[in-house]
Structure formats: C-alpha cells, structure tokens
C-alpha cells in the first residue's frame, strides 16, 4: 500500500512515544499510537508497562467517537489480535470507525503475524502497512529477536581504552573512561531486563549494577560460588539476584535429578521451597540469601565452563527478555565465541594503558585468523566529551 511524506512524519512521532517506555513493557513491545484527523494530532497513547492499557487504547480513551469516526490511526506495530491481560486492540479500532489505520511492522507474535491487518481490511478498515518497518523493527529489536527466535537479546558493553585494555598490569580498572561516559553507560541498562557479569568481576569491582531509572535483575556466573557474601549484589536487592553455579563434589551428586534424559538444571529459590538442599550440600551459609529472595540455578559444568545457551535458556523462562553484559573479559569472550552477542556497544577513552599484561576488553578463545573475524553492522559512532561510543550488530 502506498503511502505518502505525511505518513513518514507521523510513524516518527510514535516511535518518540514508544520509546518513552524503553526498559519497562517486557514481554511486550514498545509502540506508540497517533490519532490523526485532517492532519492535524487529535489524540496520542502509548504502551506504559505489562498489564497496563496498550497504546491504542490509551489515545482512544482521550477523545471522543464523534472525533475518531473517518480519522486515521498510525501506529510503529500492527495491533493486537489476541486476549492477554488487555482484550484486542482490533476490535477497539474497528467498533471506533476508524477510516484508516498506518502500520510499520507486522506483529512477529505467532498469536497475531498479520491476523490483525487481515481482519481489519475484511471489515471495510483502509491498512498501510511497511511505512518505515526496518526503524520500526530496531525500535523493537528486543521483541522481535523473542519472538523469531524464542531467545533473549543480548548486548554486550565494554569500556577501554585506545589499545583496548579493560584495566592496568596491576589490575586496576577505575576509571577508564569519564564520569559523563559512565552515567550514558548506566542509561543503557534501563533498556534491559538483566545485567550479566562473571564472578570475577563482583569480586574485583563489587558493583552495584543499577540503572538510572531502575533495578534491573542482576545475573552472576560463579561456577565455584565464591561470591563474597558482603558484596553489594549480594545485600542489596537480593530478591533482584540470580546466581549460576554448577556442583563438583559428591553430596550433590546424590542431590541433583540429574540425568542424560532430563534438562540439566536445577533452581534452588525460596519459591520452591528446597533452599535446605544448601544445607546439605555443605552451603548453608548462603542459605539466607535465598530465603530473602535471590535464586540459584545449578547447571553440570562443560569443558569450557557453564553452558552459555542454557543460562539464556533459563533467563529466557524466566521472563527475561534481553541481557547486558557487563564483563569480565572472559565472560563476554565466552558469549563472542559461542556467536550468542546480537549487540555491542563499546566506549574508548584516549588513553594508552599499555602492558603485556593488562587485561584486553574480551578474550575466550578468538579467531584464529583476521579472515574470519565477525564485522559488526549498522556501525553508530558518536563522541561522548572526550571518549568515543560506537555500537553496532553481529547478526541484524
């Protein structure tokens, strides 16, 4: 379906709505809602949070019948077809009369994946649909890569300086990059659900891991469980934490239903009510952080560790949609070798750090040859005070 200049300018109004929600509607997408009539705005919405009335809806419910009757509704993402904890958008659009409907993008959710549109040209109802759809997929990439691939999506973040070094030969890592670049860094974990890091880096840094403007769930690879107790992820927001961990000795063996045919995990939380397996597994001092609500998965060990595809598995179960990154080196090493990074977001301070020693920003096992290396795509690079920002994709 054709559509014209007037209709670009108004798809870019909904993404700056949509976007006024980026961190908070998980599972559910980002989508902002235009009423236009005349050419003129009569009405706007967007999506707030899960559960709560999806962008259609709140600009239908700021004007009147009599208004929308012959107006035209733009919006970033095709309503929805199905019930859920609202009742389909479809049917609002259709009962409102309205004229004509603007979409970007085709819903990916199997439950909706063009049903709407159909059903709202079956009942008189003019659709364009692709204006814009590729901005309209990034705004959505998180969604989008749930939905096609029933994966999270995963970011990951470094900060180093010009020769690529994470920290000194000494190990000191603070601070690389400047104040500014750093608050612009925590502004990005509010986009996501989770923030991952290795056991070394709690120990190492003990970091907080907050967002600007919120919690996020905090993810920690500790094979061996060594996390300091005193920590701040381990006091602060326990209910927030989520510990991988694997066994390695005999009193697990009798405890874990583990077995060639069965998934090889086992969650340990308060919510089912086995945290006395601690106990017996020799544990029991971490027994309290589980009562005051953090979670333990244990998972069998590989050759190179925990199996990455299975921590996203399990997050991804959880209702966990999109992961970030945070270090150490090895950690994000491991998800670049596994090929399981969709985007990475680097910051490069002019400094030269030096040492054969010091530490590189991601290390694993590599590229044996330069021919083979993953290019990033879609390369954004902007300047933040004196540090440079450059993020792009591995697979989009």
């Known amino acids: ?17 949509a976007k006024k929600a980026k961190g908070f509607t998980t599972p559910n997408p980002l989508v902002g809602a235009l009423i236009v009539k005349n050419d003129k705005i009569i009405s706007k919405g ?9 962008a259609e809806i709140e600009a239908i419910r700021k004007t009147t019948l009599r208004d929308m009757k012959g107006s035209t509704l733009y919006i970033n993402l095709e309503p929805c077809y199905h019930f859920g904890k609202t009742s389909p958008c479809v049917d609002e659009i259709i009962k409102n009369k309205f004229k ?20 709202l040209r079956n009942s008189g109802v003019e659709v364009s649909l ?33 020769d690529g070094k994470i920290a000194s030969r000494t190990g000191l890592s603070k601070w690389i990059t400047s104040k500014k670049t750093r608050d612009f860094a925590k502004s990005l974990r509010d986009e996501y659900d989770c923030i991952l890091v290795g056991i070394n880096t709690v120990i190492k840094d003990n970091p907080h891991l907050d967002g600007l403007k919120k919690i996020p769930v905090k993810i920690i690879i500790d094979p061996k469980f060594r996390l ?63 009562i005051r609500g953090a979670k333990v998965f244990f998972l069998r060990e590989e050759e190179r560790g925990l199996p990455i595809n299975k921590i996203l598995r399990v997050l991804y ?32 301070a002019p400094k030269i750090i030096g040492g054969r ?15 083979n ?16 920002f450059i993020s792009g994709y591995t697979g989009i």
Request: hydrophobic residues 40%; proline residues 4%.
């Open 46 to 54: 967007y999506h707030k949070r899960s559960g709560l009335p999806h």
């Open 1 to 17: 379906m054709l559509y014209s200049e007037r209709d670009i300018y108004f798809i870019k109004k909904t993404f700056l709505l």
């Open 130 to 162: 692709g204006v814009l759809e590729k901005e309209a997929r990034q705004l959505n990439e998180h969604f989008f890569k749930n939905m096609e691939k029933n994966s999270p999506f995963v970011a990951a973040k470094t900060a180093q300086s010009l």
């Open 228 to 290: 300091p107790l005193n920590s701040n992820l381990a006091n602060k927001y326990p209910e927030k934490l989520i510990i991988f961990t694997s066994y390695r000795d005999k009193n697990m063996d009798n405890l874990l239903p583990f077995n060639s045919g069965s998934w090889p995990v086992l969650e340990i939380s308060s919510r089912n009510n086995n945290s006395s397996l601690l106990v017996k597994a020799g544990l029991a001092k971490w027994n309290n952080l589980i």
């Open 317 to 348: 179960d959880l209702g966990l949609m999109s992961v970030f990154i945070e270090g150490g080196a090895e950690t994000i090493g491991r998800f670049f070798d596994d090929q399981l990074v969709d985007k990475v977001y680097t910051f490069i």
């Open 373 to 388: 290396v993953r290019y990033l795509n879609n390369v954004r690079v902007k300047k933040i005070g004196q540090d440079i």
């Open 100 to 119: 004509r409907v603007v979409v970007s993008t085709v819903d990916p959710n199997p439950k909706v994946e063009g049903k709407a549109i159909k059903k």
């Open 357 to 371: 020693s010091a530490i590189a920003s991601v290390a694993g096992i590599g590229n044996n040859e330069v021919q």
